[in-house]
Each structure stands twice: as C-alpha cells, then as structure tokens.
C-alpha cells in the first residue's frame, strides 16, 4: 500500500524522518512517499485531505478536524522559544501593533500566536524564505519568523523585538506547539495506529543516530552553517517530538480555546490525538 507523507523541506523535518526516507526504519508493505512542501501549502492540502500522513500547523487543525487525527508524536513543540517578530531598528513589543507584519501564511500556528499577542496588527503574507530580506529592504515594517531565520536574522542586520515562544509561556506557563502530524481518518484505526507508530520509530531512530541523521538534514539546511543547523534540529526535534505527552496536549487544546475566544478559528475543536 502507498502512503503519501508530506512535510517541508527543512533541516529539522529531514532529520525526524531520516529514518523512513533512507530504509533504516522498517515499513513492512507500506511504501512511503516523502512529498515536500512549505507548511502554509500543506496546510491549503490538508483541507482536501490529499495525503494519507501530513505535517500541519496546529492553527489549521481546526479545518481538518473532520479529515485528520493527530499523531502524540513528530510535533515542534517549542518550550519557552517559537517564531520570533524581528525589524530593522530596536522596538518595543507594544510598537507591533502599529505596524505592518509579513507573516509566512495565516494558517500558521506563528500567525495565530501573533493575532493573539496584537489583535489588530495589520498583516502581509510572504513566503517564510522571503521575510527577512522583505524587512531587510524595507518592503515591510516587522517580520515574523519560522524555521532556520530563527537563529539567522543577526547576519541580516535585523533586531529581535519579540520571541512568541517566550511570550506564550509568560503567558500561559506551557510550551507553544507549533506544527504537527496528521494521519487521515478514513484509513482506519488499525492503520493509523501502526502509521503513527512509525513515525515515532523514525524520531527515535535520527535522535539515537544523530550524527548521520544531521549529516542527511544538512542537505535541507539552505547554506546554514553545519553548527546552526545542529543547534536548529535540536531545537525542534527531541523528546517532545518522540511524544508530546499530557503537557503537550495541553497546549495543543490551550492554543485552540484561547484562538477560539479571539475569534480567530470559527469554531472550539477539541485536539483528538491518536493513541499508539
């Protein structure tokens, strides 16, 4: 049987699924297709239900609820640190909200966190690869940043004004949980069981076998330096990546009441998480 896995093309998601990608975790009669693509692209896909397992934001778990489970396990769960709201001179955090923000998609848990510190921030969606250069230029006031930017903006001559990450947990005391793994629902109990199995077994095949995991993730690195991509990986794949566990949950489901509350997802959805 195919199974269509989709995640993005970045060092960390390489290096959790290094396992699968090159054989070295087992999948019986399964053949996985690893399909790649930005978050806010499997976010839209996930709507139409197109792959069988699929990375998603959590913002958009609430769109595919009816489609998609989510698997405890494979999840960026930041605890204390997330996307990070970055401009060309220092700001104060309040000035955010007076400006405009380029944003890497509005299904994105990075903007959801963002409407959430500043409701009426104005907002202008950029390809999350573009942001820095567009605030660099000047093509836009602050950027809000996800993946490798995160550790990079400084050699883009940019300012942190603010880490969402950190602002959460002041806020909530919980991690922020950013993206995750969805298995689909009409595959059936049984299966999405052994798949979310499987993904767990590939987490914890690159975290035993770091070094040539990282090595197969520094080709999905963009030119980072092998150091910052180490640093990145480790930063986004560890013990809540194996499993989320109940404070992790608890995040997910804080995360979609307090956007609820907001008015920024339609409707309360509580977060079904695949027990395997």
């Known amino acids: 049987m195919k199974i269509s896995l989709a995640h993005s093309p970045d060092s960390d998601d390489a290096f959790m699924f ?132 995160q550790l990079t903006f400084g050699a883009h001559a940019l300012h942190k004004v603010l880490d969402l990450g950190a602002w959460w947990k002041k806020e909530t005391g919980l991690p922020l949980p950013l993206g995750g793994n969805a298995v689909r629902r009409d595959l059936g109990p049984a299966l999405m069981a052994r798949l979310t199995a499987l993904v767990r077994d590939t987490v914890r095949y690159s975290l035993a076998h770091r070094r040539e995991a990282l090595d197969y993730a520094l080709g999905f690195a963009r030119g980072m330096d092998p150091a910052v991509a180490d640093r990145f990986v480790g930063m986004w794949v560890n013990e809540m990546t194996v499993e989320c566990g109940p404070r992790g949950r608890q995040a997910v489901q804080a995360l979609l009441d307090r956007g609820h509350a907001a008015g920024l997802i339609p409707r309360r959805v509580t977060a079904d998480f695949i027990d395997a």
Do not use: W
């Open 18 to 149: 290094y396992g699968l990608a090159r054989g070295r975790v087992p999948t019986g009669d399964l053949e996985i297709s690893h399909v790649l693509a930005d978050i806010e692209t499997l976010n839209r896909q996930a709507q139409e239900g197109r792959h069988e397992i699929t990375a998603i934001s959590f913002h958009a778990y609430p769109y595919v609820a009816d489609k998609y489970a989510l698997m405890p396990c494979g999840g960026s769960i930041g605890d204390g640190y997330g996307p990070l709201l970055v401009a060309r001179e220092p700001l104060a955090p309040a000035q955010v909200a007076t400006l405009t923000v380029g944003v890497p998609g509005t299904l994105t848990t990075a903007y959801l966190a963002l409407k959430l510190f500043a409701p009426g921030v104005a907002t202008r969606v950029i390809a999350f690869d573009r942001i820095l250069e567009e605030v660099r230029e000047g093509r836009v006031d602050v950027g809000l940043i996800i993946h490798e930017g």
